[in-house]
């Protein structure tokens, strides 16, 4: 099937059969009430934590099915697939189970927990090879040696077999709840997992609206359904890295357009407050991509209440490495944290001052870089403060200039800004 030109929609059957086949593999995660949020928008809040699968996200169903559908020919020649994450280690366990050889391509910038968590899921029948920079490097090569060596490419998103394996997770939430869903949160980054879901819910749940999330980073889905055509989105915010594709897939793109009964973006840094929530109130560990679902929910707060609302928790491999930065990009989306060039007066006593007479009670300092260089009546210095209330930000700065310690504020100005963080 040529996916690019060919009508297609996921049918009820084909899910099913799609249920049966990786029934083995792939659990039949929770779907479990949320105290907390369905407090918090006076809904019932349910979360399909797919973040409990044995790899740790959804992907292993889309992979799974997908590679079983495969000829002994196919099968004994091998599958290659690229990823930087969830898919890699969907293919690999597949790989593994069904005892058939993979190569997987990984960007050469793979975080290490990533790449050795893909060979633990495939041990000696994966072999993984790093390849570029990017994630389209790594595709470019893996599609080469398709090619060359007559192996299958198995395509995170754009195949109706991957679509249909993730569209089970629609039969599972019909199956486990005994209340009409008015709502299904979804996050999207290539679309397939949307894709599927359309096909479950629109047999199974009519009445259900479906609602796409995507980063606010990287709103290639959004942008697509706008323009009525599928559109590549040049420069992305790849931070939530498993829904951050500069293109969709044409079949995903057609399914959603026409099925989708909403599609909008959500703020990176909400989407780490998000994280630091689930960790801190919930004991839940989630990938930013993960928790896109549940930071939407503040932007629909009025249209759920009262209603059966189902988030679905992608998945949960996220590098502990990375928290400081979630952290720090909730501060900056909160207002509370906040970067300066600070001139400070060339005396002894100055910096003293500055904490002293410039820094309210509740401030913090948590970034300072300073070398004297000159004899110049004034030095500058980076500052970083992270404030207790937003509010405190205005005082400060005019606190700032009555002293003559301002230079400029940097939260504002992107291109000196990204240095920062």
Same mark, same amino acid.
């Given at each position: ?297 503040? !932007? ?6 009262? #209603?059966?609302? +189902?988030?679905? %928790?992608? =998945?949960? /491999?996220? &590098? *502990? $490495? ?21 001139? !400070? ?6 910096? #003293?001052?500055? +904490?002293?007479? %410039?820094? =309210?009670? /509740?401030? &913090? *300092? $948590? ?55």
């Amino acid at each position: 099937m040529n996916v690019a030109t060919t009508t297609y929609f996921p049918e009820l059957e084909d899910i099913q059969k799609a249920a049966s086949m990786i029934k083995d593999v792939a659990m039949e995660t929770p779907l479990m009430n949320s105290i907390r949020y369905s407090r918090r928008y006076d809904a019932n809040i349910l979360l399909k934590r797919e973040d409990l699968q044995r790899v740790r996200s959804y992907k292993i169903r889309g992979a799974f099915n997908k590679i079983s559908s495969l000829s002994k020919e196919e099968l004994e020649r091998g599958v290659v697939c690229a990823s930087a994450g969830n898919h890699a280690q969907g293919v690999a366990f597949a790989c593994h189970h069904l005892g058939i050889k993979g190569t997987i391509y990984m960007p050469t910038v793979t975080p290490k927990q990533k790449i050795a968590q893909t060979q633990m899921f495939g041990g000696e029948h994966v072999k993984i090879v790093l390849e570029g920079d990017t994630f389209d490097d790594s595709s470019k090569a893996a599609m080469k040696i398709c090619k060359s060596e007559g192996k299958t490419f198995v395509h995170p998103f754009e195949d109706p077999k991957t679509i249909e394996g993730q569209g089970t997770i629609g039969l599972e939430i019909c199956k486990q709840t005994n209340v009409p869903i008015d709502y299904i949160f979804v996050a999207i980054g290539g679309g397939g997992l949307a894709s599927g879901l359309c096909g479950a819910i629109k047999a199974l749940s009519p009445n259900t609206k479906i609602i796409g999330i995507e980063p606010k980073g990287a709103p290639s889905m959004l942008t697509s359904i706008r323009n009525n055509v599928n559109t590549e989105i040049s420069n992305i915010d790849k931070f939530i890295d498993g829904a951050a594709v500069q293109k969709v897939g044409d079949l995903n793109f057609e399914i959603c357009k026409e099925h989708l009964s909403d599609m909008f973006t959500v703020p990176e840094g909400l989407v780490c407050q998000t994280i630091l929530d689930l960790y801190n109130r919930d004991a839940i560990v989630v990938e930013p991509a993960g928790a896109l679902t549940l930071a939407a929910l503040e !932007f629909y707060k009025d249209k759920i209440k009262g #209603k059966n609302v +189902v988030c679905i %928790v992608s =998945g949960s /491999n996220n &590098d *502990i $490495t990375r928290t400081a930065e979630i952290k720090e990009r909730a501060l900056l989306y909160a207002d509370l944290k906040h970067y300066f060039i600070v001139r !400070f007066p060339q005396r002894a006593g100055a910096l #003293k001052q500055f +904490v002293g007479e %410039v820094l =309210g009670p /509740n401030d &913090d *300092i $948590t970034h300072f870089e300073y070398s004297k260089k000159s004899s110049r009546e004034n030095g500058p210095a980076v500052v970083g403060i992270e404030l207790k209330d937003k509010k405190d930000l205005e005082p400060l700065v005019c606190r700032m200039k009555d002293l003559n310690f301002f230079g400029d504020y940097l939260n504002d100005k992107p291109d000196l800004f990204q240095f920062l963080v």
